[in-house]
C-alpha cells in the first residue's frame, strides 16, 4: 500500500498569511493526486487534480505542485474561508490512501 | 449537477451488518464515473473504504476487505456499501462520493459527495 504522510498535522496563522502542506508518498505516484478541503461537519470539496490543476469555481490564491514522490498545497493569502482541515488523496494505485489531514487555524 | 443522497441506520448493535445506499440524481451511474464510499471517525481523518464502478468491479481497503461489500444496481441508479459484523471501531461518518479513477489524473468527472451518514456502533 502508498503510505501518505502529510505535514504539519495543524498549522496556525493569521489572514493574509501564505501558507504551505506537504504531502510525500512512499513510492511514486507521477501527478495520480487531489487535494480537498473539509469543513466542520461538511463533506470534504476537491480543490486540486492532477496535483497542480485548479477545479473550477476554486480561487486562484490556491496552488498545488509537485510529482512523484513530493506534492504541496500552497495558499498565498489566507482569507477567513480558508481555514479548514486539507486532505491530500493518492489515486495512483488501490488503496486509494488519504493523508492524515492538515487543520489549518486562525492565529 | 450530479446529486448524492444517502440513507441507512444511525445505530447499531456490535456484529450487525451495516447497509447504506447512495441514491444518485442528474446523471445515469450506468454512463460511467467512479463511485466510493469513504468514512471519518469521530475527530479523525478520511478513510478510504472501497470503489465501484458501473459495470460491478470493485476494489476495498484491505483491511475491511473480510467484511465489505458494494453493489451497483443502474434500474434504481444508486450504489450500496454493507459492512459485515460491525464494531465500536466502525463507528463513524460515512460518505457517498465521486471519486478520481486510478491511474488517470485528468479523468473528468463531476464531483459530488453525500452529505454523510453518522454510525455509531453500541450495545
Known amino acids: 500500500d502508498i503510505q501518505m504522510t502529510q505535514s504539519p498535522s495543524s498549522l496556525s496563522a493569521s489572514v493574509g498569511d501564505r501558507v504551505t502542506i506537504t504531502c510525500r508518498a512512499s513510492?511514486?505516484?507521477?501527478?495520480?493526486l487531489a487535494w480537498y478541503q473539509q469543513k466542520p461537519g461538511k463533506a470534504p470539496k476537491r480543490l486540486i487534480f492532477a496535483a497542480s490543476n485548479l477545479l473550477s469555481g476554486v480561487p486562484s490564491r490556491f496552488s498545488g505542485g509537485g510529482s512523484g514522490t513530493e506534492f504541496t498545497l500552497t495558499v498565498s493569502s489566507l482569507q477567513p474561508e480558508d481555514f479548514a482541515t486539507y486532505y491530500c488523496?493518492?489515486?495512483?494505485?488501490?488503496?486509494?490512501?488519504f493523508g492524515q489531514g492538515t487543520k489549518l487555524e486562525i492565529k | 449537477q450530479v446529486q448524492l443522497q444517502q440513507s441507512g441506520p444511525g445505530l447499531m448493535k456490535p456484529s450487525e451488518t451495516l447497509s447504506l445506499t447512495c441514491i444518485v440524481s442528474g446523471y445515469p451511474i450506468s454512463s460511467g464515473f467512479h463511485w466510493g464510499w469513504i468514512r471519518q471517525p469521530p475527530g479523525k481523518g478520511l478513510e478510504w473504504i472501497g470503489s465501484?464502478?458501473?459495470?460491478?468491479?470493485?476494489s476495498y481497503d484491505p483491511s475491511l476487505q473480510s467484511r465489505v461489500s458494494m453493489s451497483v444496481d443502474t434500474s434504481k441508479n444508486q450504489f450500496s456499501l454493507n459492512l459485515k459484523s460491525v464494531t465500536a471501531a466502525d463507528t463513524a461518518v460515512y460518505y457517498c462520493?465521486?471519486?478520481?479513477?486510478?491511474?488517470?489524473?485528468?479523468?473528468?468527472?463531476?464531483?459530488?459527495w453525500g452529505k454523510g451518514t453518522t454510525v455509531t456502533v453500541s450495545s
Open positions: 513510492q511514486g505516484i507521477e501527478n495520480n
Open positions: 465501484i464502478y458501473h459495470t460491478g468491479d470493485t
Open positions: 462520493a465521486t471519486l478520481p479513477r486510478e491511474k488517470s489524473p485528468y479523468y473528468y468527472y463531476t464531483e459530488a
Open positions: 488523496l493518492q489515486h495512483y494505485s488501490y488503496p486509494y490512501t
